[in-house]
């Protein structure tokens, strides 16, 4: 489903080069439950966004369901993240100005599907996390766990292969965030390849497959070793 | 797409509505002062004849002095009226279909004792061609015949406000208005008729009030009427009527109608005859420059559009572009605050382009609901315009105007929207995820 072969990624400012990821190496398999873990400033983010297409890189290869996307133009990229890949924030992100419909409704919007089309696809989606009850709701009057049920279903609706989700349930109580991994891992089931950040050993036991970040690699994590926190990662570029 | 980026459009603009609302007055304002005087300058501008406006000819004729020409600026211009003996003369053609001399005059009117005092009328002396040539439109009658111009017959035609103030607007025909000291017979009573600009003799006043009542030309001499309007001369003019009208003082305004490139073509070869004859007789000693001149080359001539209005639309139109730039910096920060929702439609698939269409939809909007309101405000500005007048000239929007002033909103709005656009669009969706 995805595969980096040394991806580089730098961010470069006047004084500092930083690695975020440094000759990254991933093979995920379609229909694989992966949770990314590791110490803040490890990457993780830096992954997810190059792996959803929203960033680029400087060196390696990245393919996406069989084929290079490694340098294609954002017509296309924009493409492929609507048709192929679903996102699932923190934060939820759902517009403020749209009720729940029109928020689910923003990817086949832009995939210009038409409007009965649309009506069916949002309805199964809204079905899916179980709001269909709250479809005209704005998301100011839902609780945080219903929120995060929309942002599900917003990306489920156009039946991506490939969920990313960046700490879904960070911002939920225990109780919410067991039920959102329950959602996850019956989208999971139903073929949908996930790849989620967490910080919750707890809930990234429930994937069945952990991949640990550190300094921008991979590394293989023996049962006894804790990952530290924070590492600092900044280098000086060789001229100063 | 496009009702979709529409309804985003709407609701961004619900989100602030004092904003908003300062964002489409500002395109309002602008719209509102270009389109009260673009349309002012059109209204002034326009063919006043469109009917005819090719086929009728202003007659230039050069009688200026030898030594020095009639223009410092325009060596090859042409004295902008002739003399009464050069239009007399030329009246005499037979290769126009209409044609006329004419010249406006101040001369007494005398109304029935009843309906009130003896008062100055604005007479117009003319030929009997010339209310066909000009499509003058009658209510009552017509004008009088070509022969009652070689008598001439006491004859006269009444404006329709003239008719309205001596017979109480009836039917006049038959009955006499006293001028001066003779008694001239109703022949026929104009429709209202106030061509604007006067073009047939702008440089008496283009937007002045319109002529009360016409009487036949030949009327000059016998009646000893002086003309009202501008006289230029060159050459000393005698001190007798009779030397007045054999001088070199140019008063006179000459028009024909020729409905073909021949008669065209055989009516300047006649001029350039006739000229040839007077110079021949010592006379017209500059180089030949006889002109015939279109109605709206006349017009421009005589420049019936003040440069004042074209001024005016200039610095109106900069007024806009000012407002349209004005509102460059507040249609940034509005859309930059919303770089996380934008990061969030660029996640879910919306292209830089789909999301720059978005945002130049919203201009456009903006520009739309301004414009809309802008054309309220011109109204207003034109009913303006209309009193600075005095009436002269009836400043209304067209649907041209409506379409225009739609049309430089639409392209305000694309001014000031691009750049915002262009940023937003620009921006790299990553960095404003974390930020929603």
């Known amino acids: 489903m995805l595969k980096m072969e040394k991806v580089n990624k730098v961010y470069r400012t006047d ?23 590791g110490p803040s400033g490890c990457g993780k983010t830096t992954f997810l966004n190059i792996a959803g297409l929203l960033d680029t890189f400087d ?26 890949i679903g996102f699932i924030f923190q934060t939820f992100n759902l517009i403020p100005d749209l009720n729940v419909i029109d928020n689910v409704d923003v990817p086949l919007r832009y995939r210009k599907v038409n409007r009965q089309e649309r009506k069916r ?3 199964e989606a809204l079905m899916t996390v179980g709001l269909m009850s709250r479809a005209s709701h704005y998301p100011s009057q839902l609780s945080g766990g219903q929120q995060q049920r929309v942002a599900i279903a917003r990306a489920l609706v156009g039946k991506p292969k490939l969920i990313l989700a960046d700490e879904p349930t960070g911002n939920l109580d225990s109780l919410m965030a067991r039920e959102i991994l329950d959602l996850l891992e019956t989208i999971n089931r139903e073929g949908t390849t996930i790849i989620m950040v967490t910080h919750d050993p707890e809930l990234a036991a429930r994937a069945r497959r952990q991949i640990h970040l550190l300094d921008g690699r991979l590394i293989d994590l023996q049962p006894d070793q804790v990952i530290p926190l924070y590492r600092a990662r900044k280098s000086f570029p060789a001229s100063i | 797409m496009l009702a979709y ?55 230039e004729m050069d009688n200026w002095d030898p ?36 010249f406006k005059s101040y001369l007494y009117v005398f109304p029935p004792p009843k309906l009130g005092r003896p008062y100055r009328g604005r007479v117009r002396l003319c030929f009997a061609d010339f209310f066909p040539m000009f499509d003058v439109p009658f209510r009552y009658g017509a004008g009088w015949d070509r022969a009652a111009d070689r008598t001439p017959d006491p004859v006269v035609v009444l404006s329709h406000e003239t008719n309205q103030k001596l017979f109480g607007g009836e039917n006049s025909l038959g009955k006499s208005v006293r001028i001066e000291r003779r008694d001239f017979k109703v022949v026929g009573v104009l429709e209202p008729w106030r061509p604007a600009p006067k073009f047939y003799d702008p440089h008496n006043g283009t937007y002045e009030e319109p002529d009360e009542l016409f009487i036949p030309f030949n009327f000059v001499r016998p009646m000893e009427i002086r003309t009202g309007g501008n006289t230029s001369g060159w050459k000393d003019s005698g001190k007798t009527f009779e030397d007045q009208l054999q001088s070199e003082n140019i008063w006179i305004q000459m028009w024909v109608q020729l409905d073909s490139e021949r008669q065209k073509q055989e009516y300047m070869q006649f001029l350039d005859n006739y000229v040839r004859g007077q110079q021949a007789l010592g006379r017209m000693q500059r180089p030949l420059n006889n002109k015939l001149l279109a109605t709206m080359d006349w017009l421009d001539d005589q420049g019936a559009v003040p440069e004042e209005a074209t001024s005016f639309v200039v610095i109106s139109l900069l007024f806009l572009l000012v407002c349209s730039l004005n509102l460059i ?20 698939g919306a292209s830089r382009m789909a999301i720059f269409m978005q945002h130049i ?3 456009e909007l903006i520009a739309v609901i301004g414009g809309v309101l802008g054309v309220l405000l011109s109204i207003l500005g034109l009913e303006v315009l209309t009193r600075l007048f005095d009436g002269m000239l009836n400043f209304r929007l067209d649907w041209l105007m409506v379409a ?6 639409l392209l305000s709005g694309l001014v000031a929207g691009v750049y915002p656009a262009w940023r937003i669009c620009s921006l790299a969706p990553a960095n404003y995820l974390k930020e929603q």
């Open chain 1, 121 to 123: 696809a949002i309805e």
């Open chain 2, 404 to 409: 225009a002033a739609i049309g430089m909103a």
């Open chain 2, 361 to 363: 939809v919203e201009c």
């Open chain 2, 67 to 102: 030594e020095k020409g009639w223009s410092d600026e325009d060596p090859k211009a042409a004295p902008n009226q002739v003399t009464h003996r050069d239009a007399t003369a030329v009246m005499k053609s037979t290769v126009p279909t209409y044609q006329s001399a004419m």
């Open chain 1, 15 to 37: 004084m500092v080069e930083t690695h975020a990821l440094n000759s990254f190496d991933l093979e995920v398999k379609s229909g694989e439950f992966v949770s990314v873990m």
């Open chain 2, 5 to 59: 980026h529409i309804r985003i459009a709407w609701k961004s603009l619900k989100r602030n509505p004092i904003l908003s609302a300062l964002i489409v007055l500002g395109i309002a304002l602008g719209i509102g002062v270009s389109t009260t005087f673009v349309t002012g300058h059109h209204i002034m501008s326009r063919d006043p004849i469109p009917q005819k406006s090719s086929v009728l000819y202003y007659v």
């Open chain 1, 59 to 84: 060196a390696g290869h990245y393919s996406l369901d069989g084929a290079d996307v490694s340098r294609l133009r954002d017509g296309e990229m924009s493409r492929i993240r609507n048709e192929k």
């Open chain 2, 329 to 348: 910096g507040i249609l940034l920060g509005k859309f930059l605050a919303r770089a996380p929702e934008i990061g969030v439609r660029r996640a879910l």
